[in-house]
């Protein structure tokens, strides 16, 4: 088969990377890519929302399937233009992707179908908003209701806080049309967790689950940032809250959308707050994420391509997928300054000697080669590194070695990727 990855960061080299074993593909490219992913695919100088120029190029190229993996071209509908040329692409529609596309849509769906999720409303007007928010003890969750590249919840300490921030998204457009409505919501008391499951609009095989690192700093402190690292499985995910997340989250999901007509193949992504009361729904993603993708990739030990070629051809069912026992956990390194302002063009040096430790593999996230053959960073962050190990500790020991075996002053990461696990 002739394949098309669509991305440029940590997961698409995951994805890549693991596709790339497959007995299945021939040839694989990936638009645009990185420098990391250049060693696995041949990358196509195409940004992963030119959704014109992405079609032409798989007809033009006779790619068979196509693996969409950042959210924007699936909620532009990258899914739906390449099915009706007549290329086959694993991802939802734009019509699934509202599930992550608008906030207000996914809380809808909750409440429609029974899933357990924190109390809330839409607004599109502040004062009706700021009374709601008032019917809340602190601290009051406020999200924009479309995509606003991670930066759209804002978890306010006080009702003054909440009012605020009322006025800046919707009145001041904060985050543009995609604060021209928002969704007020209760805060969920609990230890988070990210759970993944492959759907082809009707069944639901559950993959695993991991934990993410959303703060910059090490102690969870400073601000949001895509992720600072992450592992999996997560201890939190209990054979009980497993249970429960698949019955009451995934599965009433899958048949909501399909009722609604909206059938969704792919991979659905919830962020579950486990509380005193069960498992809770915070939101749906479209997309696996990023970077617990790297981990999961490294615990499967199936080939993934079938799986992801029978979530869109409606054949999931009866299907499974081998896993490592072992815990995969992901540091990310980023560029100074991330998340603000990260600088770029750094030279990297030691990814060899970082990827020859015993059970580590580097997924690049933001990286280039400059004129002299030499990796730089390109962005924000800019790599995963990645280890199997008996248990988070001993993936965490492996990880870090690799770390310190990397050379680049330009760069960032935090110490205690894991720490949840590891304490328990
Ligand atoms: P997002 O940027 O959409 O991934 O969400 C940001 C983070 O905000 C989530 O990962 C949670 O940690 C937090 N969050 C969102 N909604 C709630 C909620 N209702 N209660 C507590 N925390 C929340
Ligand atoms: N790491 C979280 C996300 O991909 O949204």
């Known amino acids: 088969m002739r394949i098309l990855v669509v991305g440029s960061g940590g997961r698409e080299h995951a994805l890549c990377w693991k596709l790339a ?9 990936c638009a645009p890519g990185n420098a990391g992913i250049a060693a696995e695919a041949e990358c196509v100088p195409i940004g992963a929302e030119d959704v014109e120029k992405l079609v032409a190029f798989a007809k033009g190229e006779a790619i068979d399937f196509v693996v969409i993996g950042p959210e924007a071209p699936l909620v532009k509908g990258l899914a739906d233009r390449l099915e009706a040329g007549g290329i086959a692409a694993f991802g939802p529609s734009a019509k699934a992707a509202e599930i992550e ?5 996914m809380k809808d769906l909750a409440a429609k179908y029974g899933i357990p999720t924190a109390r809330y409303a839409r607004f599109t007007e502040a004062e009706p908003a700021k009374t709601f928010a008032r019917t809340f003890t602190p601290p009051i969750v406020i999200k924009a209701d479309g995509l606003a590249a991670g930066k759209g919840v804002v978890i306010a300490a006080s009702h003054a806080e909440a009012a605020a921030e009322i006025d800046a998204m919707l009145g001041a457009r904060k985050f543009g049309a995609a604060s021209a409505e928002i969704v007020v919501e209760e805060y969920l008391e609990g230890e988070e967790l990210s759970f993944f499951a492959l759907t082809d609009g009707t069944h639901a095989l559950p993959l695993a689950s991991a ?3 959303k703060r910059v700093g090490d102690g969870d402190t400073g601000p949001n940032t895509g992720g600072m690292g992450a592992y999996s499985p997560a201890p ?5 809250v497993e249970a429960a997340i698949l019955e009451r989250i995934i599965r009433p999901a899958v048949a909501g959308m399909a009722a609604e007509g909206r059938p969704f193949k792919g991979v659905l992504f919830a962020g579950v707050m486990v509380t005193g009361d069960g498992p809770k729904l915070i939101e749906f993603n479209c997309r696996f994420g990023d970077p617990e993708c790297q981990a999961l990739m490294l615990r499967m030990k199936s080939d993934l391509l079938p799986a992801l070629i029978a979530a869109r051809d409606g054949t999931l069912a009866n299907f499974d997928l081998r896993w490592s026992g072992e815990t995969a956990l992901v540091v990310v390194m980023a560029a100074e300054g991330y998340p603000e302002k990260p600088k770029t063009g750094t030279l990297i040096r030691g990814l060899d000697a970082a990827g020859a430790v015993e059970g580590v593999t580097l997924f690049h996230a933001g990286t280039r080669r400059n004129a002299a ?6 962005g924000g962050r800019v790599l995963g590194i990645s280890a199997l190990g008996r248990d988070a500790a001993d993936a965490r020991d492996r990880a870090y070695r690799a770390v310190d075996a990397i050379d680049w002053p330009g760069g960032f990461c935090r110490r205690d990727i894991g720490w949840r696990a590891i304490g328990r």
């Open 101 to 105: 596309g608008s906030k207000g849509f």
């Open 211 to 213: 934990q993410d690192h």
């Open 373 to 378: 053959g030499e990796i730089e960073a390109s």
């Open 21 to 29: 074993a497959s007995p299945l593909c021939d040839k694989l490219y």
């Open 236 to 240: 939190v995910a209990t054979r009980d």
